[in-house]
Structures are given as structure tokens and as C-alpha cells.
């Protein structure tokens, strides 16, 4: 089964810039928005997708990603 990330992200086309979603969608809890961004840099830093943008707002001691916009490389 895959995430809601890997689902965006395959069904992007290479080049396409794409937001993550928030308010309805399954994303729109923070937390769970949080992790789905987390596994678009890692499938960046894997060289799979570029990370255009993120805006990351910190409570506390932890940092939460509130929005993000990537590229798909391949």
C-alpha cells in the first residue's frame, strides 16, 4: 500500500510542480502533513524530487512542515 506521498508523488510527471495539500484533504492534520513532507525530502535526498519550497514552523522543541512544493526528477 502506498503513502499519500508516494501516491503524489508518482502521479506527478517529471518537472511538474506540485504543492501538498492541506484543508480537504487527508493531509490536513499537521502532523500527518508533517510526515507526508518528510517523505518527499527523503525521496529528495534520494535524488527522486527536488524540494522547492517548505515553510516550517516550530512548537516547542519541534519543527512541523506546514507547506511544501517539490519536483519530480524521475
Not at 510542480?17 to 492534520?29: F, I, M, Q, R
Not at 522547492?52 to 522543541?61: A, E, F, K, L, P
Request: net charge negative; hydrophobic share 45%; aromatic share 4%.
Amino acid at each position: 500500500m502506498s503513502s499519500i506521498a508516494m501516491t503524489m508523488f508518482l502521479d506527478s510527471t517529471p518537472g511538474e510542480l506540485v504543492d501538498l495539500p492541506h484543508a480537504g484533504s487527508a493531509l490536513e492534520h499537521p502532523l500527518v502533513f508533517d510526515s507526508a513532507a518528510r517523505e518527499i525530502q527523503q525521496l529528495a535526498a534520494d535524488g527522486r524530487a527536488e524540494v522547492i519550497q517548505q515553510r516550517v514552523s516550530t512548537v516547542g522543541d519541534k519543527s512541523l512542515i506546514e507547506e511544501l512544493r517539490f519536483r519530480r526528477i524521475v
